[in-house]
C-alpha cells in the first residue's frame, strides 16, 4: 500500500513540470561610423577643340553632248501564219526622211477576233493609234490533243539460274534432355511454444 501511495505522489509531482526559465532581451548599443575626412574628387574640364573637316571641293561631272542625226528613211514587214499553235500575226512600218512614220500590225485573238491597229508617229504630234477588231468574239476552246508515246521496244531482262547445289543439311539426331523432379524432405523442428502472459 506505501508503494502505490509513493508511486501516485511521484507522478503527481512529475506532471506539475518546472518553471520556464524567464531570460531577459539583450540590448546591443548601435553601431556609429564615423565620416569620412577625405576630399571629393573634381576632375578638369577637357580642352580639346571639335575637329574642322573641309568641304569637299570635286566638280559636277561633264557629259559630252549626244550627236545627233537626221531621220533615215526605212520600210520593214513580216508576218507569222501558223494554225496549229494557233499563231496568226503580222506587222509593217515605213518611214520617211524627216521622221514620219506610219504602221500597222495585227494580231489573232483567243476568241477568234482579229485585232488591227494602224499607228503613225512624228515629232510634233507624237504616237496616234487607231485599234479596230474584225469578226465576232467565240467563246475559246483550244482542242486538245493528248501527246502519243509508242510503247518501249526493249525486252523484259532475264536471268539465269545459279549453277550450284542448293546446301543440304543433315537433321540433328540428339534426343530431348529428361529431367527429374526434385524432391524436397519435410522439416523435422518442433513447433515453437510461448510463454502464457499474465
Known amino acids: 500500500m506505501k508503494v502505490f501511495v509513493l508511486s501516485a505522489l511521484i507522478v503527481v509531482v512529475a506532471s506539475q513540470g518546472y518553471p520556464k526559465p524567464q531570460y531577459p532581451k539583450p540590448q546591443y548599443p548601435k553601431p556609429q561610423y564615423p565620416t569620412p575626412a577625405y576630399p571629393a574628387p573634381a576632375y578638369p574640364t577637357p580642352a580639346y577643340k571639335a575637329p574642322a573637316y573641309p568641304a569637299p571641293?570635286?566638280?559636277?561631272?561633264?557629259?559630252?553632248?549626244?550627236?545627233?542625226?537626221?531621220?533615215?528613211?526605212?520600210?520593214?514587214?513580216?508576218?507569222?501564219?501558223?494554225?496549229?499553235?494557233?499563231?496568226?500575226?503580222?506587222?509593217?512600218?515605213?518611214?520617211?526622211?524627216?521622221?514620219?512614220?506610219?504602221?500597222?500590225?495585227?494580231?489573232?485573238?483567243?476568241?477568234?477576233?482579229?485585232?488591227?491597229?494602224?499607228?503613225?508617229?512624228?515629232?510634233?504630234?507624237?504616237?496616234?493609234?487607231?485599234v479596230k477588231y474584225d469578226g465576232e468574239a467565240k467563246e475559246y476552246k483550244p482542242a486538245y490533243k493528248p501527246a502519243g508515246y509508242p510503247s518501249p521496244a526493249y525486252p523484259s531482262p532475264s536471268y539465269p539460274s545459279p549453277a550450284y547445289p542448293s546446301p543440304a543439311y543433315p537433321s540433328p539426331a540428339y534426343s530431348a534432355p529428361k529431367y527429374q523432379n526434385p524432391s524436397y524432405p519435410s522439416p523435422a523442428y518442433p513447433s515453437p511454444k510461448y510463454p502464457t502472459k499474465y
Open 57 to 130: 571641293a570635286y566638280s559636277s561631272p561633264a557629259y559630252a553632248k549626244t550627236q545627233e542625226y537626221a531621220p533615215m528613211p526605212y520600210s520593214f514587214n513580216w508576218a507569222v501564219k501558223d494554225d496549229p499553235s494557233y499563231n496568226d500575226y503580222a506587222h509593217q512600218e515605213t518611214a520617211d526622211d524627216k521622221g514620219y512614220v506610219t504602221g500597222s500590225y495585227r494580231t489573232l485573238l483567243p476568241d477568234g477576233r482579229t485585232q488591227i491597229v494602224n499607228y503613225k508617229a512624228d515629232d510634233y504630234t507624237g504616237y496616234v493609234a487607231d
